[in-house]
């Protein structure tokens, strides 16, 4: 029978290492230490052989090992500390520091990064093909995940970041065709909170914090485009008319309550319903009218 005790199962995620703090030393506290002992150990080889050699030798060994555990942190950047595969914590302290001269300091830049996703079709909501790019904005948090729980933190982010901008793109609409639903076109900064959201979930186990996300480029597809710009047309020349009409009705009534109110003329309905009639084809004609001057009674 084959014991399966410390091997890792199928479907099993390795332990999340988190970032803590490496208690280094300022380095210029062990420069005036290291540069004596080097100086020392010049002046013991020039003195010739004998026991003096090994002391200089021993000197030398520890001097290295002093100049060895110098590293410099600049602004913007930590320092992960690892010792025989073991890691041991991150130094973000700015400046010229020392830590065990046998360890392995990797460079991890904490600084904040833009990446702008390639354009990608995808479907909306309503199955339109689309295209679609956007900018995302984030930054390192967790120094320790962002080197271990992930291979390359800068490709998992940009990947996780276009996998998030086509579920957000199928979640939703290109056009408002439903006030209750959020369209991709008309509401941006809301689209653009759950996208951030949405790749904020995602990029978790890297140690990522997203600060921002913005669609940068929003289309239908070529073989849709000028159906949809046809449409939105139509849409458009429905919704001006629709307040042409609304405003000619609204000066009809108050041309008739006006001419009623100062008794400029009666008019019975039928002569009312003509001067409605005409009132209305003048103010929602799209060419002009041509006047016909009437040189005879109004009632014949």
Known sequence: MTSTAGVPQPGTRAKSVDERPYSSWPGFAVLP????????????VS???GPDRWVAIALFAIGTAGIAGLTTVTPGQARVVQLFGDYQGTVRTEGLRWVNPFAVRRTVSVRVRNKETPTVKVNDADGNPIEIAAVVVWQVRDSARATYNVEDFVAFVNTQSESALRHVANSHPYDNSNLRTLSLRDHTD????????????????????????RITRLSYAAEIAQVMLRRQQANAVVAARSRIVEGAVSMVEMALKRLADND???LDDERKAAMV???MVVLCGDRE???IVNAGSLYQ
């Not at 230490?33 to 013991?44: D, E, G, Q, S, T």
């Not at 996208?195 to 990522?208: H, Q």
């Open 33 to 44: 230490v290291v540069v004596p002992i080097y100086i020392v150990a010049i002046v013991l």
């Open 277 to 279: 009639s005409n009132l």
């Open 264 to 266: 400029v003329v009666e």
């Open 289 to 291: 009218t041509q006047p």
């Open 190 to 213: 809301e689209v653009a909170q759950e996208l951030v959201e949405e790749i904020g979930d995602r990029v978790v186990p890297a140690g990522v914090d997203i600060l921002e996300a």
């Open 47 to 49: 003195h010739g052989a």
